[in-house]
């Protein structure tokens, strides 16, 4: 297994002052299909965006995401 570093940008959502369903990407500014991948975290989200196919990593409870790597950034390792 090789390691690979990435950059991640912190981008606050203010989630508490509206819904989840209201959270836009921010490349193309679509609004976001919200995933709950673990029950058990329900702070922990996934976001997804339809049009530009881009990934997110949410905390709900701090109102922050990332923009997750795509398969481009994997294939540069």
């Known amino acids: 297994m090789s390691s690979i570093f990435v950059s991640l940008d912190r981008i606050c959502t203010f989630i508490g002052t509206r819904s989840l369903d209201e959270i836009e990407c921010s490349r193309c500014e ?13 702070d922990r989200l996934i976001g997804t965006c339809p049009d530009c196919l881009a990934w997110y990593l949410i905390d709900a409870e701090k109102g922050n995401m990332a923009l997750l790597p795509d398969e481009n950034d994997l294939r540069r390792a």
Do not use: K
Not at 30 to 42: R, T
């Open 30 to 42: 679509s609004f976001l299909y919200i995933h709950q991948p673990d029950e058990q975290m329900v």
